[in-house]
């Protein structure tokens, strides 16, 4: 089972996809690309500043989930919900379904509102079991079927995870993330303030 960070919130989150795509140049200025694996999110997370009982408390929850091999769930709160809604006006009563995987960066997805808009770079999650993947929007959308709707994703989703059934959601996203041992900066400062911050890895499991 998954954390969720103590409550006091980050000043910055910096989570991308590490596409997986290695390149090299030929002396001809030919450019050679190979995928090594995957897709996955990896970025690094940054605290506010913390008062030193939140630091003392902050700082032992990530060396106990490094210690424990424990996933956090984190949402970036600039990307709760796809930017043409608030809480106001969001039309969904709880998450839509996975119809099927047209391909691995085209999904197809039953349970939403005709005429609902989202924007390139809105954020979704897929879940299946255990299994979460963090994706980003790769192209507008208005949805035109209740039934099934076809939505582009980037990056590729990972060969083989999700299937029909998985949940998909667009309220809330979440990256599901382990703590990158030997990563966690949080040098006790002479100041009264300090904030910690630390790298994170996309663990689908």
Not at 133 to 156: E, G, H, K, M
Request: glycine share 8%.
């Amino acid at each position: 089972m998954a954390l969720t960070p103590p409550a006091y919130g980050f000043a910055a989150i910096d989570l991308g996809p590490d596409l997986g795509i290695s390149s090299g140049r030929s002396e001809g200025g030919l450019i050679i690309t190979s995928r090594r694996g995957d897709p996955y999110v990896t970025g690094k997370l940054t605290t506010r500043e913390l008062k030193p009982a939140q630091f003392a408390d902050y700082h032992a929850f990530l060396l106990d989930a490094v210690d424990r091999l424990q996933r956090l769930d984190i949402i970036n709160p600039r990307y709760r919900l796809p930017r043409a809604y608030t809480n106001a006006t969001w039309p969904l009563t709880g998450d839509a379904s996975l119809a099927g995987v047209t391909n691995l960066r085209t999904i197809s997805v039953a349970g939403l509102h005709v005429g609902m808009q989202m924007k390139r770079g809105d954020r979704l999650c897929i879940i299946q079991g255990n299994s979460v993947s963090y994706r980003w929007l790769s192209a507008d959308l208005v949805v035109a079927s209740a039934t099934t709707q076809a939505i582009s994703i980037s990056p590729r989703l990972p060969m083989g995870v999700f299937s029909p059934g998985a949940v998909v959601r667009f309220k809330d996203p979440f990256a599901r993330v382990a703590v990158v041992p030997g990563s966690i900066e949080a040098a006790m400062s002479s100041d009264y303030l300090t904030s910690i911050s630390f790298s994170v890895e996309e663990a689908l499991r």
